[in-house]
């Protein structure tokens, strides 16, 4: 074998094993949650809200470990932080399950969220540091599709794991495993680079800060408030309208899933098609989404907004990613990529707040489909936030090139 093969054949194990880590990721948190109902009947005692902080605490710790992740690169190396994140996820999501005391639960669940803290940016910053500006989108496309397709999985397992006993679907973080083998064997130990340096094509300086990354880290957060109203609302709001049985809701939910994974691997050609209007493409699909919930239901309505919901989400989180990734060069797994999984994480910790706060105004009480009316509101303010910063992002590579195009 000549060593262009060997070479390629090392990328190859190195994207396997990065990939892995996306598997286990956006999800992280609500992989148990169909087991919810059966855990609270065993914790029948204890207040409810210590019940829902078992799905809720991850994210929380997530956006903690997020903001300290930049000290962590200047101390250990990528395996050694890829382990120490997985063994913690693996470990604490198992023994979740092993416990009958609920303070325990929660402290393992905080090491499950301290675990894909570690891991969330390292998922995709470590795309853009081992692959070329030309396989980097379409890696990152698939990083969002094996994101939807760890969160499908997880649920399945989880679900059918709690038939059985809600210690056991626990254990749906054995496939953190699979991550520990493939990271222990492929994944090189470098030294994850911690800012740009000038002239080295890292698209920054060591003077940048994260108000340049603004524009990214605000569309992560919009994003994500406007996608998981879906899935913290939806069976609620489906079986309300009664015209879609019940036994249905869940299959319409991971067919979701499955579309958000198809826009995952169809993110770069979309890209390729719409070019500058790619930035309205995830905002716009949302809102058309939210409206066929509200305003039409039924069968069609809910599937095709259903449709549109999720491939908006699977299409939406590359594009974002991936933008953040350019602008911060080789060192975005160190710089952007933690605040944008910090927005990501808070946004999902922040939904069932806002729609209870919503829910509690006098004036919009009796209001059919809320939740739906409130992701239509987050919707246009994602679709105009896209439409402003993204603008100026192309305005400002445009005037790069002219800039450049005069050097020459």
């Not at 855990?39 to 078992?54: T, V």
């Not at 500058?276 to 058309?288: C, D, E, G, Q, V």
């Not at 509101?377 to 603008?391: E, K, P, Q």
């Amino acid at each position: 074998m000549n060593e262009n093969n060997i070479k390629k054949n090392n990328m190859k194990a190195i994207a396997a094993s990065i990939l892995s880590l996306s598997l286990l990721t956006v999800m992280a948190g609500a992989a148990v949650a169909p087991a919810l109902g059966v855990i609270e009947n065993h914790f029948a005692g204890e207040n409810k809200l210590l019940i829902q902080m078992i799905i809720s605490t991850p994210a929380i710790f997530i956006v903690l470990t997020n903001l300290i992740f930049p000290a962590l690169c200047k101390h250990m190396k990528i395996k050694t932080m890829v382990m120490t994140g997985l063994i913690l996820y693996t470990a604490g999501g198992c023994a979740a399950g092993t416990f009958d005391n609920i303070w325990a639960v929660l402290s393992m669940r905080a090491l499950v969220g301290v675990g894909v803290g570690i891991i969330m940016p390292l998922s995709t910053g470590l795309l853009t540091l081992y692959f070329p500006k030309d396989a980097h989108e379409k890696m990152m496309g698939y990083s969002s599709a094996m994101n939807q397709m760890g969160g499908v999985t997880a649920t399945v397992i989880s679900g059918i794991l709690a038939q059985f006993s809600w210690r056991a679907s626990f254990l749906v973080y054995l496939m953190g495993l699979i991550s520990i083998v493939l990271c222990l064997i492929c994944l090189p130990n470098d030294k994850l680079i911690t800012a740009g340096r000038p002239g080295k094509n890292t698209g920054r300086n060591k003077n940048s800060t994260a108000k340049e990354f603004l524009p990214y880290i605000v569309a992560m957060f919009l994003l994500m408030i406007t996608f998981f109203i879906y899935p913290s609302n939806f069976a609620i709001e489906t079986s309300a309208d009664g015209v879609i049985a019940p036994k249905f809701i869940t299959f319409i939910m991971a067919g979701m899933d499955l579309t958000a994974f198809a826009g995952g691997l169809m993110f770069v050609t979309i890209k390729a098609k719409l070019r500058s209007r790619t930035a309205l493409f995830a905002p716009s699909l949302f809102l058309a989404g939210y409206i066929l919930l509200t305003f039409v239901g039924g069968w069609a309505g809910t599937l095709i907004g259903s449709v549109f919901i999720g491939f908006a989400n699977g299409a939406g989180i590359p594009f974002i990613i991936s933008e953040g990734s350019k602008k911060a060069g080789r060192a975005a797994a160190a710089t952007v990529l933690p605040l944008i999984s910090a927005a990501l994480y808070l946004a999902q910790f922040l939904v069932p707040i806002l729609i209870s706060a919503v829910s509690s105004i006098s004036v919009l009480s009796g209001v059919t489909h809320l939740p739906y009316m409130t992701a239509i509101v987050t919707s246009a303010l994602f679709l105009t936030w896209s439409a402003l910063s993204f603008r100026d992002r192309a305005s400002e590579k445009t005037q790069l090139k002219k800039e450049e195009h005069r050097a020459a």
